[in-house]
């Protein structure tokens, strides 16, 4: 099981970009899916998170910009962010709850993460 994250780039300020990550492998269930960042020097951050019922979370720093919402058809989560602002630089890494099975036929719960992938906001 894998997590691969896409998107991301350079923008201006009051730009936009978008995030994808996609879940792969022998995937039953996956449960919140979300996305975090980290800025230089900072610590991770959450930053939304979606649950397989619908409910959302989304971080104050970003609410009213960023948009996360997922397709359990593609095991796809999307981070769609508007209003970019330098303090939103950061690498983002999306992350998910997922039950699959392994090469012995168990099922395992897993906190996936994906590889992180660059926002870059310039002023």
């Known amino acids: 099981v894998q997590l691969q994250a896409s998107g991301g780039g350079l923008a201006q300020a009051g730009g936009s970009l978008g995030l994808s990550c996609a879940a792969s492998?022998?995937?039953?269930?996956?449960?919140?899916m979300g996305w975090h960042r980290q800025a230089p020097g900072k610590a991770r951050e959450l930053v939304a998170t979606?649950?397989?019922?619908?409910?959302?979370y989304v971080a104050d720093s970003v609410k009213g910009r960023f948009t996360i919402s997922r397709d359990d058809a593609k095991n796809t989560v999307s981070l769609q962010m508007y209003s970019l602002k330098p303090e939103d630089t950061a690498v983002y890494y999306c992350?998910?709850?997922?039950?699959?099975?392994?090469?012995?036929?168990?099922?395992?719960?897993?906190?996936?993460w994906g590889q992180g992938t660059e926002v870059t906001v310039s002023s």
């Open positions: 492998g022998r995937i039953s269930r996956i449960d919140v």
């Open positions: 979606v649950s397989s019922g619908g409910s959302i």
């Open positions: 992350n998910a709850d997922i039950l699959y099975k392994n090469s012995n036929d168990e099922w395992v719960a897993l906190n996936a």
